[in-house]
């Protein structure tokens, strides 16, 4: 037996103290060892020994320590498999989710069903059940639904909104996904930069000339316009090799419009050509002018009477300001009444060279997609109202040329003015002539090598074609 020392000797003084603390240490050596073994034994094959400050534990190692916790105690289980006693005792609140949890997951974050199940599970079970009979959904169709069936469960908006944040994480928890249709591009001709460069620089040349304000510069070109418009994506479950859109049968019953807008913004109203003969006798909505002809396409004779009726009417039109308008190379547009219609409304036709519409037509560049989508969005909403009329067949009948005209109407007012500015720009019809919006490509050309004086005089294609 030691005998005792008094406290307040130095530890020079008290040779004994260490000899007793290393005497411990001895005696726990073989202890630690032992408990290491089995914790290498016991864990999981991934390994759950980690000498780290901070470690991480699956599933099956969690399970071993709440059955020894449960067959002993909480203490002894974190004893045995080196682990803090506080997480025995979370792992054991835990227990009825680790269950259903994979074996080698480490980490546990709570529930991942979202925090409105019964939401989620209705407004899935609407998903299915819509896909099923070929409808297409939209996330913003599921945030809308969403929405409805929150009121209908007392759920206060204060604490769920329908965000496009919590539309993604619920199609990713019940496996859904965006499906889209592949589509090709239009391919630019071998000669892509000789076109480009004529093009800009007979524009240019005009502007110069003529000096033409922003709402005097217009682009047209025809859009068909289809009964049916089945969206290209669609919700559904991920995996499956069949995506079905229902729709009313009518893909290829159609109408052509006409768009048209101006280098400041302004959108001039749209000009829908029915595939008819006649002009329906019910009364259409303000804001279009409607035309039939039998194949519903803008013969040279519509294009005058688009000129007549919608370009002549433009503000400046009446006083015959001076103007450009530029149109695609349509053969509609390259005859001969169309060139002195507009000629005799003083103004300056400007063709797009063959394959270049890509590039140079604003409708295209900016303009059609989000018309079309508006277009697209409001077909849809329709099909998922459920209110239709029937054919003897049972099939849904096609919308009447009212409804679609006001579908046109709508998508048109919602396209940008700010969009079809930058698309001017963008197209190099209505940068600042100094040059301090264009880039390299869309650089003035230098003096010709010939010594000739004045640059409009270089013949381009585009003057080509505008020539009478």
């Known amino acids: 037996m030691l005998c005792k020392q008094p406290m307040h000797l130095c530890p020079s003084e008290r040779p004994w103290v260490y000899c007793v603390i290393d005497q411990q240490e001895a005696d726990l050596k073989p202890k630690m060892e032992k408990r290491s073994d089995n914790l290498e034994k016991s864990g999981s094959k991934i390994g759950q020994v980690n000498r780290q400050l901070r470690r991480s534990y699956d599933v099956n190692f ?47 974050r709570g529930p991942q069903s979202g925090r409105f199940q019964e939401l989620d599970r209705r407004v899935c079970a609407y998903v299915d059940e819509r896909r099923k009979d070929g409808m297409p959904i939209s996330r913003a169709v599921i945030q809308l639904k969403a929405v409805e069936i929150a009121k209908e469960l007392n759920i206060p908006t204060a604490d769920f909104k329908a965000s496009l944040g919590w539309c993604k994480r619920m199609m990713r928890r019940n496996g859904l996904t965006l499906r889209r249709r592949t589509s090709l591009a239009q391919r630019l001709p071998s000669d892509f930069g000789e076109k480009l460069l004529s093009f800009q620089r007979y524009v240019i040349n005009l502007r110069k000339k003529h000096s033409y304000p922003l709402d005097q510069i217009g682009n047209a070109d025809q859009t068909p316009v289809f009964f049916d418009m089945p969206t290209p994506v669609t919700v559904h479950k991920k995996g499956e090799k069949s995506v079905i859109i229902k729709s009313t049968g009518n893909e290829k019953g159609r109408v052509t419009v006409m768009l048209a807008c101006l280098a400041d913004g302004t959108k001039l109203p749209p000009y829908v050509v029915l595939k008819r003969k006649t002009v329906p006798k019910e009364a259409m909505p303000a804001g279009i002018i409607v035309r039939a002809q039998e194949k519903g396409w803008m013969e040279t004779e519509l294009v005058v009477d688009w000129l007549k009726v919608v370009w002549g009417r433009r503000r400046g039109g009446l ?14 547009h390259l005859s001969d009444p169309v060139k002195k219609q ?26 059609n997609k989000p018309f079309k989508d508006n277009l697209r969005k409001k077909y849809t909403e329709w099909l998922l109202s459920g209110d239709h009329a029937l054919t003897p067949t049972g099939k849904i009948q096609k919308p009447s040329v009212r409804l679609l005209c006001e579908w046109i109407l709508h998508a048109w007012d919602a396209v940008s003015p700010k969009s079809i500015i930058h ?7 209505s940068n600042a002539l100094d040059g301090s919006e264009d880039d390299v490509l869309w650089e003035e050309p230098a003096e010709p090598e010939d010594g000739s004086e004045d640059s409009d005089t270089e013949h381009s294609e585009a003057e080509d074609v505008c020539e009478e």
């Open 423 to 429: 698309g001017f720009k963008k197209c190099c019809i």
């Open 62 to 108: 969690k399970m071993m320590v709440i059955n020894e916790a449960e067959s002993s105690n909480n203490c002894k289980a974190a004893v045995k498999y080196g682990v803090t006693e506080c997480n025995v005792r979370r792992w054991r609140a835990q227990k009825d989710h680790l269950k259903n949890a994979h074996s080698q997951r480490k980490a546990f």
């Open 319 to 332: 006083r015959k300001k001076r103007n450009m308008l530029i149109l695609d190379a349509f053969r509609g």
């Open 342 to 367: 507009v000629k005799a409304m003083n103004g300056d036709l400007v063709i797009i060279p063959g394959g270049m519409t890509s590039q140079l037509q604003v409708l295209d560049v900016v303009v």
